[in-house]
């Protein structure tokens, strides 16, 4: 589990494991149409998309393909939402991306940014990739406008899991400069 921010922080949040506690939290998230509106897949009921995203993190965790964190904010102890580093295959290239997803009550607010740079400046220090990417909906400006505080450019569009797509990218070598 060496792409997890267990126990990081940053100046609002705390890094933690996903716990299965977190579940009946998370399902609001799920719940909220607005947390789809920019994501083309099939959708089940909300208990099941949440009971499958539960399950894909702990593959992850168990296979090292890194995995969502949880993020408690300091001040009210709340669980927020996920961020993490996940291992993905877009055009066939293995990929190191930065991740993540808010409840509707703590969006626009820098949490997904202070998030993101966290998981970008952890992995660069630990050198687990030259360069790191997040994989946004066309149509996702406030995710677009996250990966952009996080000194992320478009590299280039492409279809990841039947979406349209702008990868975003940052070298570690860009943020040297």
């Given amino acids: 589990m060496k792409y997890l921010l267990e126990n990081e922080e940053t100046a609002r949040l705390r890094f ?10 998370w399902l609001e998230f799920f719940k909220d149409p ?3 509106e920019h994501w083309k897949s099939t959708r089940e ?15 992850r965790y168990e296979n090292e393909e890194g995995g969502m964190n949880a993020l408690i904010e300091k001040k009210s102890g709340e669980l927020i939402g996920y961020s993490g580093l ?5 055009d066939k290239e293995i990929e190191l991306e930065v991740a993540y997803s808010l409840l509707p009550n703590y969006r626009n607010k820098g949490f997904a940014s202070e ?3 966290k998981c970008r400046d952890f992995a660069f220090k630990n050198n687990f990739a030259d360069s790191l990417i997040s994989i946004i909906s066309l149509t ?22 039947n ?15």
């Fill in 86 to 90: 996940l291992v993905q295959t877009v």
């Fill in 34 to 36: 607005s947390s789809f």
């Fill in 115 to 117: 998030a993101a740079i």
């Fill in 45 to 59: 009921e909300p208990e099941a998309e949440c009971k499958k995203w539960f399950g894909r993190q702990a593959e």
């Fill in 140 to 161: 996702n400006e406030s995710s677009a406008n996250v990966a952009i505080k996080n000194g992320m450019k478009i590299e280039k569009q492409t279809v990841y899991k």
């Fill in 16 to 25: 933690r494991k996903i716990k299965n506690s977190d579940f009946n939290h």
């Fill in 163 to 177: 979406n349209r797509v702008n990868i975003f990218r940052v070298y570690q070598s860009d943020l040297a400069k």
